[in-house]
């Protein structure tokens, strides 16, 4: 069965560091594009991040660049995502996931995970 | 403001058929990106429901059907049951943003 386990949640003040961990298994990982995917309280889905099978290309929405990194370990089927300034605006569930799709432009998620609580404030 | 435009709700009886719309533009769907379509029961996380604009993944009852013509999309849900009741997103690349968009959000009640 095809898992995904997000750690590292909790609360942080403005201005401080998280790391959020997803471990993944039931599938090839190296093969799978990976993404975060966030949701502040009572909002909409935003896409956060993206990591190509092989690591080598990334994506960042607008109001994350430059404050968060997401990175993957082959060796431990885990992806990471450090987030650093973070702000109240951060404040979410963030959903660890697995893409599927046979170009890079299609993707879609097919596998999600239950999601770990951000909660920035002082 | 997302680039996908969805209604903030609907609703319909049991056993009625509704639709959630999904407006995009040249830059997302218009260009001939794939739309996929999401469902969020109560305090869950999403799932996937329509993938590549009208495929089905394996467990989803044939009752969903998405659709696409030009700059929209569309998911349809005939014979509402209690158990539809949820939010529905939909998805897209953006290829002014570099990224992937998701609609707004629709939340659907069962009447």
């Known amino acids: 069965e095809v898992q995904l386990l997000e750690s590292g949640g909790g609360l942080v003040q403005p201005g401080g560091s998280l790391r959020l961990s997803c471990a993944a298994s039931g599938f090839t990982f190296r093969s799978n594009a990976m993404s975060w995917v966030r949701q502040a309280p009572g909002k909409g889905l935003e896409w956060v991040s993206t990591?190509?099978?092989?690591?080598?290309?990334?994506y960042y929405a607008d109001s994350v660049k430059g404050r968060f990194t997401i990175s993957r370990d082959t060796s431990k089927n885990t992806l990471s995502l450090q987030m650093n300034s973070l702000r109240v605006e951060d404040t979410a569930v963030y959903y660890c996931?697995?893409?599927?799709?046979?170009?890079?432009?299609?993707?879609?998620?097919?596998?999600w995970g239950k999601g770990t609580t951000v909660t920035v404030s002082s | 403001q997302s680039v996908l435009t969805q209604p903030p709700s609907v609703s319909g009886a049991p056993g009625q058929r509704v639709t959630i719309s999904c407006t995009g533009s040249s830059s997302n769907i218009g260009a001939d990106y794939d739309v996929h379509w999401y469902q969020q029961l109560p305090g869950t996380a999403p799932k996937l429901l329509i993938y590549?604009?009208?495929n089905r993944p394996s467990g989803v009852p044939d009752r969903f059907s998405g659709s696409k013509s030009g700059s929209s999309a569309s998911l349809a849900i005939s014979g509402l049951q209690a158990e539809d009741e949820a939010d529905y997103y939909c998805?897209?690349?953006?290829?002014?943003?570099?990224?992937?968009?998701f609609g707004g959000g629709t939340k659907l009640t069962v009447l």
């Open positions: 990591i190509t099978s092989g690591g080598g290309s990334t």
């Open positions: 998805q897209s690349y953006d290829n002014s943003l570099s990224g992937r968009v």
């Open positions: 996931a697995k893409l599927r799709g046979q170009f890079y432009y299609h993707y879609y998620i097919d596998v």
């Open positions: 590549e604009n009208n």
